[in-house]
């Protein structure tokens, strides 16, 4: 089994090698005189069409045009490392989980001399926000692409993480309300009995897990949320005490797992869950037969909701809604927060393999206008959207079906989806920087049987299912930390080795025989890592952003 592993790993760095090939070659310009940049984002991703009709468009304004590529065949680590390995880079690169490998193998360009160059860059983030970004030598190498809202926050699509279920469900029961883990699981668990099959005779599966890699964030965080905390990714933080506290070893994770163990031995729980792949999960949900899991929006919505709508399953109720699900009812939960969240770990870097870097920065100035915005997002007037009496862009229902269509988005539409775009409200003061944010078309787009839900709970967007609170605090998101660290520092390494341990031994616990014992050898090995040095780097940094926010207020 090694050396068949190993086959594959190196197959796939030769197959990865050969697609870097000339990324450091001259700059080249088309028979048009379009730049033609290069950009790898180490995420799956669908690439798009080289005569792609709004990619065109784009380059007739900007002079420039970038052929993206995606993570394929490999693990983030894999890709990255071959990059480094070989030294040759795409003009742009989002590392993702390994941005700090890049940035220590010196791959990548500071940015902050640049910046004061580029009016729609420089507005892209405050003075605070850009030396957020700053590494430990002092300079900017990437530019988060996802963080920032333009105007007033449009909310409707709850981006992050939550317990989603089918309103297939949720009618059947007549709409009930659920507010605690265990009802959730109550519910399936009736639904399933009572409905073992969809109508054409497939069997349901009542609950998910995606455990595959760095996205087992589905099985291992949700303690963190269930005891009402936002997401800080690695910590929960007590805002009385302004104290980390490890969301792995409390109680409620304790009563989380056993239920998933209950479950997983009554066959509530997908027997698949600890080998599937990513692929192999998003194919899984995109039948339908999936009632509830939990997972980040952003995770499987864009595909598995087109994949649903394709096949008419949005209309028998195949939609996924959220749902604010706490330990304990009579807790306030926090699924959401407003406004955006600044993730520094990772973003858009220029390697030094780029040679043009003004170049560069000048399309991704031009990105962020609002007339290419549009183009990214809305597509083209007359063909992807109309505008009505009041300025106010909506979409038919033929336009609607053709923007989920794969063959459709490949061939005309390009959103450039991992380069730096805004949420919120169009400079025009009038539309949302994104259709899924203006709340008509939003609405409009809606499958009936999601908004049937809807007006039953009395919502009108996915984040009315759950509310809203604010954010927490200045250290938000901590998870920004924790994504930086390397093994270096004593913190780091026992952060190493939690995941590794977690990522082994939850399977193990939720699957055990005997939860209490399985639990117990779980807690032995998790508390060799010397955890409380991870969580006292983690300390240490909340203390440094609470007091380094001091000088912006």
Not at 414 to 437: K, L, V
Not at 482 to 508: D, R, V
Request: glycine fraction near 8%.
């Amino acid at each position: 089994m090694k050396r068949k592993q190993l086959l594959i790993g190196l197959l796939g760095a030769a197959i990865f090698s050969t697609a870097l090939a000339g990324c450091g070659d001259e700059k080249k310009e088309n028979e048009d005189g379009v730049k033609e940049f290069t950009a790898f984002f180490a995420v799956p991703g669908s690439e798009i069409n080289d005569d792609n009709e709004i990619q065109a468009e784009i380059a007739k304004i900007t002079g420039a045009k970038c052929k993206e590529t995606w993570l394929t065949g490999q693990t983030v680590e894999e890709a990255v490392g071959t990059m480094i390995a070989g030294g040759e880079y795409p003009d742009f690169i989002d590392g993702g989980d390994s941005a700090i490998q890049l940035y220590e193998a010196g791959a990548l360009v500071p940015l902050d001399d640049y910046i004061d160059d580029y009016p729609n860059i420089k507005e892209f983030f405050t003075e605070e926000e850009w030396d957020k970004l700053r590494m430990d030598d002092g300079h900017i190498y990437w530019i988060q692409a996802f963080s920032n809202i333009y105007g007033e926050e449009k909310a409707t699509t709850h981006n992050d993480e939550a317990f989603w279920i089918q309103t297939r469900v949720l009618e059947w029961a007549g709409y009930p309300e659920i507010k605690t883990m265990d009802q959730y699981f109550d519910l399936i668990e009736s639904y399933q009995k009572a409905n073992p099959t969809m109508e054409n005779g497939t069997e349901n599966i009542p609950y998910t897990i995606l455990c595959d890699d760095w996205r087992y964030f589905c099985l291992e965080n949700a303690p963190m949320f269930l005891d009402g905390y936002p997401n800080d990714g690695c910590v929960i933080v007590d805002k009385e005490k302004q104290q980390v506290v490890d969301y792995n070893t409390t109680p409620t994770a304790v009563k989380y797992f056993k239920k998933l163990n209950e479950e997983y031995h009554k066959g509530i729980v997908d027997p698949e869950s600890f080998t599937q792949t990513y692929d192999e999960y998003i194919a899984k949900l995109s039948t339908g037969r999936v009632l509830g899991m939990i997972d980040q929006w952003w995770n499987f919505a864009y595909s598995v909701n087109d994949a649903l709508k394709q096949q008419g399953l949005d209309q028998k109720g195949c939609n996924y809604v959220p749902l604010p699900i706490t330990i304990e009812e009579g807790m306030t939960n926090q699924w959401h927060n407003s406004g955006g969240v600044l993730n520094v770990m990772s973003g858009l870097g220029i390697s030094v393999s780029c040679d043009d870097v003004e170049g560069a920065l000048q399309f991704v100035d031009d990105l962020l206008g609002q007339e290419v915005h549009d183009l990214r997002f809305w597509g083209e007037k007359g063909v992807d959207y109309e505008v009505d009496e009041n300025g106010e862009f909506y979409l038919t229902e033929e336009m609607r079906r053709q923007v989920s269509d794969n063959a459709y988005k490949a061939s005309h539409l390009c959103t450039y989806s991992y380069f730096p775009q805004y949420s919120g409200t169009s400079r025009d003061g009038i539309n949302a920087m994104q259709p899924q944010y203006q709340p008509k078309e939003f609405f409009d787009a809606l499958s009936d049987d999601v908004k049937k839900c809807f007006e039953a709970y009395g919502a009108e967007t996915y984040v009315d299912m759950l509310g809203t609170s604010e954010a927490p605090g200045p250290w938000y998101p901590l998870y920004s930390f924790s994504g930086t660290l390397t093994t270096s520092t004593p913190g780091g390494m026992a952060w190493t080795k939690m995941g590794e341990i977690k990522h082994e031994y939850l399977p193990k616990v939720v699957m055990a025989e005997d939860f209490e014992k399985g639990w117990e050898e779980y807690m032995e090995v998790y508390n060799s890592c010397d955890p409380q040095a991870f969580l006292d780097e983690v300390q240490a940094e909340l203390e440094r952003r609470v007091k380094e926010s001091v000088k912006y207020q």
